[in-house]
Structures are given as C-alpha cells and as structure tokens.
C-alpha cells in the first residue's frame, strides 16, 4: 500500500495562491487514478480533483477554472494548484490514491492531510 504524505499549505489571503503537493512512497505510474479531497470543520470529506493514469481529470463545479489536478509520474507526486482562493477554500486538503472506474473515483489509500486556509 503506496505511503502518502501532502505538504504545502499554510495561511492565504483571498485571492491568493497555493500549490499543495502529494508525495508516494512508491511509483504512481500504476495507480489508477488518485484524488485531492477536502474536508472543512463539521463538514463531510469531499472528492475535489480526479486525475487518471492516463491524465484525464475531473473536478467538482465549485473549483472549476481555479484548481489544476496533476501528477508528475517521474517524481512520483501528486500536485493541486489552486488560484483565486477564497474563504470556503479553507480545510483540510488530503492526497488519496484509488482507481476511476466507470465516471465514479473509488478512494484508496490517504495521506495526513495539510491546511489550507484563506484569510485576510
């Protein structure tokens, strides 16, 4: 089981930017698919980014046009770079390696998780 540890967030102003990264104790060029979720105070993990083997991508509505999911198989990391922040961005942002079969990601393996949060 591939070993996942995110790091990069940190405090933001809206607006802002930030680049989380996803690192794998093992090569990801096998792994199906792998997923950034997020989780806010009392609130539900949620899929935010979906990134195939085959670098296709999918994303929920309301990061639309401001997140990009990307996968460097060589350095065999996982990257969310996220623009236009705003304050329902904060949470905890967690790395996840699963498979994307048939329109539905299935998570796998977690990391520990990093926050985000966007404040002025």
């Known amino acids: 089981q591939v070993q996942l540890v995110e790091s990069g967030g940190g405090l933001v102003q809206p607006g802002g930017s930030l680049r989380l990264s996803c690192a794998a104790s093992?090569?990801?060029?096998?792994?199906?698919?792998m997923g950034w979720y997020r989780q806010a105070p009392g609130k539900e993990r949620d899929l935010v980014a979906v990134?195939?083997?085959?670098?296709?991508?999918r994303y929920v509505d309301f990061v639309k046009g401001r997140f990009t999911i990307s996968r460097d198989n060589a350095k065999n990391t996982l990257y969310l770079q996220m623009n236009s922040l705003k304050p329902e961005d904060t949470a905890v942002y967690y790395c996840?390696?699963?498979?994307?079969?048939?329109?539905?990601?299935?998570?796998?393996?977690w990391g520990q998780g990093t926050q985000v949060t966007v404040s002025s």
């Open positions: 093992g090569s990801i060029a096998s792994i199906n698919a």
């Open positions: 990134i195939t083997s085959g670098g296709s991508t």
């Open positions: 996840n390696a699963g498979s994307y079969l048939s329109g539905t990601y299935h998570s796998g393996s």
